[in-house]
């Protein structure tokens, strides 16, 4: 039978917060709603009292006080006001003297009682009911982390509420095994009896396959892997067929696509499929783990992108990856065109994975192209193409994206020169004073504003922004710089400083719709 401390990884009881008192010194017999704190002093021993309304600060002394007579492991309150110690305002010294005196537990909880009271049913019977509802939340929680298999044994241990390790299992334990691969994953945890047995059974095997499959819960990523590879390099004509195959595979081939392909040109031909296959999941999960900004929906027309106010968060980017002539595709799939922001997120997170495999193999010679964004079958081909096209020749920078018009490459090759770097820093040091996270936004949105002809309506709707908030950037740029926009030339060395430094350096930017700290709400 279980304690306070036990019931509480039960699934159902996520938002029950315990307040004061033992959580582990009474077994829980049964749960009641209890309209009336004064009848407390009568319920059964090992009860979980949930009071259906609040009770004052002098009242809930004496109800900690007839619960804990009675032997209740708990007392549950609801509709409490929070204090600013982070206790409720109700829950006295004496009242938290009385709990730990008297071993029990005072508990909050909010939303639906019922659900709540079922939960704890279900829970102190260790019902089949109870087995089932722990296998489907490990379910949830260990396909969200798979491919790690630290985070995989601590997702398994919440849902089954008992410790769950990474190693072989002993006398009187449950085990589970899968091949990962860097070796088989093995994974233990405690014994127990009836229907919580079966769940500590399942739970560990989907946990083992989880922990030694790809991030994310992909765990047949070869097999979407070997898709993707097909797609690639099949005729035209059978991208239709290939992408129903992928559909059924889970593959996401109807969203917006980008491409990186990485080339290992410091190895030879016959070593290289090998030693990128070996880097292949590390990949992707210096992708999917990925803690930078999220990426706001760029300058796009496609109606479908979400607006600055929902912008696509790095969660909803998917990835998979796929050996293709002698190279390592990696493709990010989006729900929405994800613009120039989403390129330029792309291209960081490029750098970053390329920098992390660089120091797994620095005898690769790794190199990077991105693509840019395409959607549906075709569009993975395109983008494919594209980053292909783009994969950074000799020395130089060991990334690079496509560009359409070429003038980004010549920005950067520009920029690279001491001279040039000079020369914009001089020109915007009074904005980079601010330091990046001031910085960065006045410099979007400079760059913007010059891209559209100095039109403040125009670059406010390219960058999700209020009209009056780029007005206000754009004050506070010629207050910083003293620049007169209305110059040609200044506009020019301007919009050459800003792009040049932007793509040297691609970060996320601070859209709102509302407020911001340059706004004329807050100034």
Avoid at 42 to 65: C, F, K, Y
């Amino acid at each position: 039978m279980a304690n306070i401390l036990e019931l509480l990884s039960s699934p159902g009881l996520e938002a029950v917060r315990p307040l004061v008192g033992p959580l582990d010194a009474v077994e829980v017999t049964g749960v009641r709603l209890e309209p009336r704190p004064d009848r407390l002093s009568a319920i059964p021993a090992g009860t979980v009292a949930v009071l259906l309304a609040p009770v004052p600060g002098h009242l809930l002394d004496v109800a900690v006080r007839d619960a804990a007579a009675a032997g209740a492991a708990a007392l549950v309150l609801t509709g409490v006001t929070e204090a600013p110690h982070g206790l409720p305002a109700e829950v006295t010294a004496t009242a938290r003297a009385l709990a730990e005196r008297g071993r029990v537990a005072v508990l909050y909880a909010e939303g639906d009682l019922a659900a709540l009271v079922v939960a704890v049913e279900r829970a102190v019977a260790g019902s089949a009911a109870d087995a089932l509802a722990r296998v489907a939340a490990a379910a949830r929680e260990v396909t969200a982390v798979a491919g790690d298999p630290d985070r995989v044994a601590a997702a398994a241990g919440r849902a089954l509420g008992v410790p769950v390790e990474l190693r072989a299992a002993g006398p009187g334990e449950e085990g589970a095994a899968a091949a990962g691969p860097d070796g088989e994953i093995r994974l233990a945890a405690p014994a127990r009896p009836g229907h919580a047995g079966t769940a500590v059974r399942s739970v560990l095997a989907l946990a083992a396959l989880a922990a030694a499959g790809g991030g994310h819960g992909d765990v047949p990523v070869r097999s979407r892997g070997r898709l993707l590879a097909e797609l690639l390099v099949a005729p035209q004509d059978q991208a239709a067929r290939l992408a129903a195959r992928g559909r059924a595979l889970a593959l996401p081939v109807d969203g917006w696509h980008i491409a990186l392909r990485v080339e290992a040109g410091g190895l030879d031909a016959s070593n290289r499929p090998k030693a990128l296959d070996a880097v292949m999941s590390q990949a992707l999960t210096v992708l999917r783990s990925w803690d930078g900004p999220a990426a706001a929906p760029g300058t796009t027309t496609a109606p479908s992108a979400p607006s600055a106010s929902s912008p696509q968060s790095a969660d909803s980017v998917q990835w998979n990856a796929a050996l293709v002539d002698d190279a390592l595709v990696l493709l990010s799939t989006w729900p929405a065109d994800p613009g120039t922001n989403g390129r330029r997120a792309t291209l960081a997170r490029a750098r970053r994975v390329v920098d992390r495999l660089a120091g797994l193999r620095p005898e690769a010679g790794l190199r990077c192209g991105v693509g840019s964004p395409h959607r549906g079958p075709l569009g993975i081909r395109t983008s494919a193409r594209e980053a292909r096209a783009a994969v950074p020749r000799g020395a130089g920078a060991a990334v690079a994206a496509h560009d359409a018009v070429g003038l980004d490459r010549m920005l950067l090759e520009w920029y690279a020169s001491d001279t040039a770097r000079e020369a914009v820093s001089e020109l915007l040091a009074p904005v980079l004073a601010l330091g990046p996270e001031r910085a960065e936004p006045l410099l979007r949105t400079l760059q913007g504003y010059l891209d559209h002809n100095n039109s403040p309506a125009r670059a406010a709707d390219a960058l999700h922004l209020h009209r009056n908030a780029v007005g206000a950037r754009i004050r506070k740029v010629v207050q910083l710089t003293g620049a007169d926009l209305n110059e040609p030339d200044v506009r020019l060395a301007l919009q050459l400083a800003c792009r040049a430094g932007l793509s040297a350096h691609p970060t996320e930017p601070a859209t709102t719709t509302g407020g911001t700290p340059d706004s004329p709400t807050t100034q």
